[in-house]
């Protein structure tokens, strides 16, 4: 399975961004799928979970902000961001896991500014 994430870019705080991760294979609707976001001079953490069945989990300091959502007729997985703030900058990574095997995307890079 390969991921491709799109949709980053330069936004001021306050506004929105739709970033999405295009899955090939044939595995995506049996994966959970997520976005994991590392800023700059810090560890990649887990920003938002989609499970397979659809159940969202989400970072505390994301939560009412982004919303992540999966198409599973075209591969696609999406996280709509909106209220941003300068602190959600970084590069953002799309995964993806079945059973024990993961998958990263490159990344998409959300700069915020203040």
């Known amino acids: 399975v390969q991921l491709q994430a799109s949709g980053g870019g330069l936004v001021q705080a306050g506004g929105s961004l739709r970033l999405s991760c295009a899955a090939s294979g044939s595995t995506f609707s049996g994966s959970a799928m997520g976005w994991f976001r590392q800023a700059p001079g810090k560890q990649r953490g887990l920003v938002a979970l989609?499970?397979?069945?659809?159940?969202?989990s989400y970072l505390d300091s994301v939560k009412g902000r982004f919303t992540i959502s999966r198409d599973n007729a075209k591969n696609t997985m999406y996280l709509q961001m909106n209220s941003l703030k300068p602190e959600d900058t970084g590069r953002y990574y799309c995964?993806?896991?079945?059973?024990?095997?993961?998958?990263w995307g490159q990344g998409t890079l959300v700069t915020v500014s203040s």
């Open positions: 995964y993806g896991r079945r059973y024990t095997t993961e998958y």
């Open positions: 989609i499970t397979s069945g659809g159940s969202t």
